[in-house]
């Protein structure tokens, strides 16, 4: 069974960093695209980044471009998302979800149960 | 950016009813590149619909998915008491990809 366990979340201050990870079992990781999809209190889903399945291309949101980076290690079936001057606007539910293409984050066929981000001081 | 726009926010049927959700795109979407989702209350979402209209393995034929361009809809013929959630669509034929803000669905 595919499975996608996301992890890393926690509390942090406005200006703060935080890096989550996504391992991924069951499946050629380094044969699918990747992303992370996120979801604040209350509210809908947003799209956030996604990476290609070598990692090449990279894709972000206009909310955290220069604030995020997505990137991916095959070598250890893990996907990341490194968070960097966070704001009280990126707390949320962040999900790892899975692609059934290689070449770029397209629709999401296997998702993760999410783990949580809260930006307070 | 290719902003999605669902109607209605919120539909209320009866179990055995036919629901029908509209989601709307600013701008042509290639390829048919839409998808559509089922988030149910506490849980991730789940792939439903890829393509416009191709389901997803182990979605019942109760789900349905049409439309082109700008237009789409997802059909949800002989509503059974667990289709209550959110559903969204989600575009992914132009970067950055975009969902669209969600239809409630509520089982009288």
């Known amino acids: 069974e595919v499975q996608v366990l996301e992890s890393g979340g926690g509390l942090v201050q406005p200006g703060g960093s935080l890096r989550l990870s996504c391992a991924a079992s069951g499946l050629t990781f380094s044969s699918y695209a990747m992303g992370w999809v996120r979801q604040a209190p209350g509210k809908g889903l947003e799209w956030v980044s996604g990476i290609s399945s070598s990692g090449g291309g990279t894709y972000y949101a206009d909310s955290v471009k220069g604030r995020f980076t997505i990137s991916r290690d095959n070598s250890k079936n893990t996907l990341y998302l490194q968070m960097n001057s966070l704001r009280a606007e990126d707390t949320a539910v962040y999900y790892c979800?899975?692609?059934?293409?290689?070449?770029?984050?397209?629709?999401?066929?296997?998702w993760g149960r999410g783990t949580t981000v809260t930006v307070s001081s | 950016e290719i902003v999605l726009t669902q109607s209605p926010g919120t539909l209320s049927l009866s179990p055995g009813e036919r629901a029908t959700l509209s989601c709307r795109a600013s701008?042509?979407?290639?390829?048919?590149?839409l998808a559509w989702y089922q988030q149910k209350p506490g849980q991730a979402p789940r792939l439903l619909i890829y393509?416009?209209?191709s389901r997803a393995t182990g979605i019942p034929d109760r789900f349905s998915g049409s439309g082109y361009g700008t237009d789409f809809t997802l059909t949800i013929s002989r509503l059974e008491p667990e289709d209550l959630a959110v559903y969204y669509c989600?575009?992914?034929?132009?970067?950055?990809?975009?969902f669209g803000q969600g239809t409630k669905l509520e089982i009288k």
């Open positions: 393509g416009a209209s």
């Open positions: 701008q042509s979407v290639s390829s048919s590149s």
């Open positions: 989600q575009q992914y034929g132009s970067s950055p990809c975009s």
């Open positions: 979800a899975k692609s059934p293409l290689a070449a770029r984050p397209y629709y999401m066929d296997v």
